[in-house]
């Protein structure tokens, strides 16, 4: 439905350029003979009641064979001729502004049917979300009701229990292998330690403390070039 909806606005939109009109007449020729008319003399400008201008003598000639406007046919009549007292006529042609401002307002419309609509979709979506979720609940409940009706209360709890214990086990999972790295490193450096000290140890019973501490270090130093020379064997292979 909002798909649909969405499609018909966005081909609205798409549709909506309009090109300006073209005005019926230009605005200082007479439409009856085409001639440009004056602001004094028989072919002075005029009007009639539906706004059109012509020269006097053009009009009143035609209003005697046809009473009716030449430029909308609109019923006029000789009385119905009034001469424009201004020496001059000019107008600002804001056509081209009024159609952009009334296309502008279409699309301004367009926008806010289609916000609303997106509004709508959201809340629908929310609403779609709660309605899985009550119901997932409402199963498991519906199922824990049946299983005490066939299997009793006990084994109900027992399966819960068990079940519970399953979900706190997993989600421990991460904190127990955790605390095993940490407690697997701890043990590493008690036993390092131990050995060092003991070998340091016999170190300085069988040469010194000089030469034994001496000897002790260089172990200690050929064992870091030994491991970081296997880790880069490692790398590159």
């Given amino acids: 439905m909002f798909r649909g909806f969405f499609k018909k606005k966005t081909a609205q939109l798409a549709e909506l350029v309009t090109t300006p009109e073209k005005s019926e007449s230009d605005s200082d020729i007479c439409s009856i003979c085409f001639e440009v008319w004056t602001s004094t003399g028989s072919h002075r400008v005029c009007s009639l009641k539906c706004g059109h201008l012509f020269g006097h003598s053009c009009v009143k000639t035609w209003l005697i064979s046809s009473p009716r406007c030449p430029e909308c046919n609109d019923h006029a009549l000789l009385d119905d001729i009034r001469i424009i ?5 000019s107008a600002v042609d804001n056509s081209n502004e009024t159609i952009l401002r009334r296309e502008l307002e279409e699309k301004i419309k367009i926008i806010k049917e289609l916000e ?11 609403v779609q979300t709660a309605l899985l979720v009550f119901s997932a609940i409402f199963n498991v409940y ?21 079940f519970t ?12 292998l955790l605390a095993i790295a940490f ?4 043990t590493l450096c ?15 019973i069988t040469r010194g403390f000089d030469e034994g501490t001496h000897f002790l270090f260089e172990e200690v130093r050929k064992a870091r070039d030994e491991a970081v020379e296997r880790a880069r064997e490692l790398l590159l292979h």
């Fill in 85 to 89: 007292r201004a020496k001059t006529i």
């Fill in 190 to 204: 008690y036993w390092l330690t131990a050995s060092f000290l003991l070998i340091w140890l016999i170190a300085i």
């Fill in 116 to 126: 609303e609509v997106d509004t709508n979709r959201k809340v629908w979506t929310n």
């Fill in 165 to 176: 214990k399953i979900i706190m086990t997993i989600l421990l999972l991460p904190f127990n």
């Fill in 142 to 162: 519906m199922a824990a009701v049946y299983s005490t009706l066939v299997f009793g209360s006990k084994a109900i709890y027992s399966v819960y229990f068990g």
């Fill in 183 to 186: 407690y697997s490193i701890y």
